[in-house]
């Protein structure tokens, strides 16, 4: 069957469409660009445009000379028109493919490149004149690439892989299969102006990208009603790599205030949705594209990978990818394999999560020491609102829960099937503390009574318990304010416990957390003195962190420098103030 056609190059940012530029002098020009995730590759050419009906692929492009032409595939053939000043690129057939992951840009670039270490062609595209600022992703994404080779045990199928920053893009970043299309600011750094922060997000979205070359692409989800075996598979695998090239980041305690929290701030209003929602139409898929698939979808993929272990989890993915490439996947797939890797009920665990809106809170109804340093917990699980108004109907999760204390950092480890149970902690002394959920992995809240939450002070001023649990801790107990089930003064009572905090994660959660309370007493009478509260609280911290990035300084305390000098100013500190208006 063949088609004559004619398409338009769009002004939509959609489809195959025109992306403005400004070359070195200043002139606007335009490049040739395609977005075609998720139903746009029809406003290019006719197809069948949705994920399960995958193809090969033989792409052709007239282009002037002076051009680059890029697709998925190398350049197979290059053939100059006689008649004019064009050329004829051909490139190699693809794999059989999805229809959303093809991908062609035309314009002026220039690349930089290298080839990673199991002989993947790697370039990275930026604007003319910006090459340079393409060396700190092409370092990542040649990195990238023998890491996730090794993790999934299954080689990157094409033989290159392009990176490359778009001016006019509304996206992020697109997973194209081997042309991957970044917004400038999301690929491109520049040494003497790009934030530390802005760097580490430019890792963990070369990370993700690449990721999906193997989930998403390699493996597609059967309908768009999966969307979340791309997003949030990826989203997760993007801090392992992450964690592996760059260990200095703590980027897993940054998972939880950047990812983990953010999820658990929406999955707790009344109009969340589940991880895996039914589309029924392509103009509700864009609808989904949200931090539930994203945020949600990567943390518990997260408790996940805890419940079942690296090893088994690594070896269920070889199975998954293994078993499906090249075709189309449901969410029970997945589920299948981790399963047989484990020998754990995955499936019965994960369907909780996955098809129900909402989260729970592990609520510690009492604690009573037995003898010979035994402790009695008496746990219940509910529906968590923001609201504080109770859940209507039953609800039950299958909750993997973990317990740690002061002599053992997994005291315990369960699954919480009903809606309440009684546990023993063994090894645990009068005054010591007793945390559910250490490492902040399970996908829920925890509420202790007063005296638990007592037993925590001395831990946390002296730093003896883990950060993600210091963090944990003053995260659950915030949101518990906030819902109306503990008092905003038992809460700033803990803070106090603080004051020593040199860990910037941590501080990046107090932060959250104190500034929705300070939105809450703007022009009040107590603004003021919670102003003054802050003050007190952030000073410490930033005298000892001073102004000034220190020779050999830890890439955290450079971030933790930053925030802290911020919420000074929030607060109105004079002496911040002034030394800032000074520089």
């Avoid at 990978?305 to 996947?329: A, P, V």
Wanted: net charge negative.
């Amino acid at each position: 069957l063949t088609v004559k056609f004619s398409g338009e190059l769009n002004d939509k940012m959609k489809g195959f469409y025109r992306s403005k530029y400004f070359s070195a002098t200043g002139e606007e020009r335009y490049a040739g660009v395609t977005q075609f995730e998720a139903t746009d590759a029809r406003r290019c050419f006719p197809c069948w445009d949705e994920p399960a009906i995958k193809a090969t692929f033989d792409i052709t492009l007239d282009v002037p000379q002076n051009l680059v032409a890029l697709s998925n595939m190398p350049v197979l053939e290059q053939k100059p028109n006689a008649t004019d000043s064009t050329v004829l690129v051909t490139f190699d057939r693809t794999p059989i493919m999805s229809t959303y992951l093809v991908a062609v840009v035309v314009g002026e670039y220039d690349y930089v490149e290298d080839t990673s270490a199991d002989g993947v062609l790697v370039r990275v595209y930026t604007p003319v004149g910006k090459r340079e600022q393409g060396r700190f992703a092409l370092d990542v994404a040649t990195k990238v690439l023998p890491y996730y080779k090794d993790y999934f045990n299954i080689a990157y199928p094409l033989p290159k892989m392009d990176l490359i920053a778009i001016s006019d893009f509304s996206a992020g970043a697109m997973e194209n299969w081997g042309l991957i299309t970044y917004r400038e600011t999301f690929v491109l750094v520049d040494p003497e102006n790009t934030s530390l922060i802005r760097k580490q997000s430019i890792a963990l979205t070369v990370g993700h990208e690449i990721a999906h070359q193997w989930f998403g692409n390699l493996v597609t989800m059967e309908w768009w009603t999966h969307l979340w075996l791309n997003e949030g598979y990826a989203s997760f695998v993007e801090f392992l790599c992450v964690d592996h090239l760059f260990p200095d980041y703590d980027i897993w305690t940054q998972f939880v205030t950047d990812m983990y929290t953010r999820a658990l701030e929406l999955d707790c209003l009344r109009n969340s949705h589940p991880i895996e929602v039914p589309v029924g139409h392509p103009s509700e898929i864009d609808e989904i594209f949200d931090e539930i698939s994203y945020n949600k979808g990567a943390s518990v993929i997260r408790m996940l990978h805890h419940y079942i272990g690296d090893e088994d989890f690594k070896r269920g993915m070889n199975l998954y990818l293994t078993r499906h490439q090249y075709s189309n996947t449901r969410t029970e797939d997945l589920w299948n394999a981790l399963q047989e890797a484990s020998s754990k009920p995955v499936g019965a665990v994960m369907s909780t999560w996955i098809q129900r809106m909402g989260f729970p809170v592990v609520q510690v109804l009492s604690s009573r020491q037995l003898d010979g340093n035994r402790r009695l917990l008496s746990i219940a699980q509910s529906k968590f609102c923001a609201d504080g108004c109770e859940a209507p109907e039953q609800s039950l999760w299958l909750i993997p829960i973990n317990i740690s204390t002061p002599s053992s950092a997994s005291a315990v480890s369960t699954v919480l099937e009903a809606s309440t149970a009684e546990i023993t902690v063994e090894g645990v002394g009068e005054q010591d503390w007793v945390k559910i959920n250490p490492g902040t992995i399970g996908y829920y809240r925890t509420q202790y009574p007063a005296e638990m939450l007592e037993q925590f002070l001395p831990a946390i001023k002296n730093m003896t318990l883990p950060p993600l649990d210091r963090l944990g801790l003053i995260d659950d107990l915030f949101a518990l304010v906030q819902a109306g089930k503990s008092a905003t003064v038992d809460a700033l009572k803990v803070i106090d416990a603080y004051r020593n905090e040199s860990n910037y994660t941590v501080w990046s959660s107090i932060s959250n957390c104190l500034a929705k309370l300070q939105l809450l007493l703007a022009h009040t009478p107590a603004e003021k003195q919670f102003g003054e509260y802050g003050v007190r609280l952030y000073q410490p911290v930033a005298e000892k962190l001073g102004w000034d990035v220190k020779p050999g300084e830890s890439h955290l305390d450079t971030l933790l420098r930053s925030l802290v000098l911020g919420r000074l100013v929030s607060f109105g500190c004079k002496k911040t103030l002034a030394e800032a208006k000074r520089r």
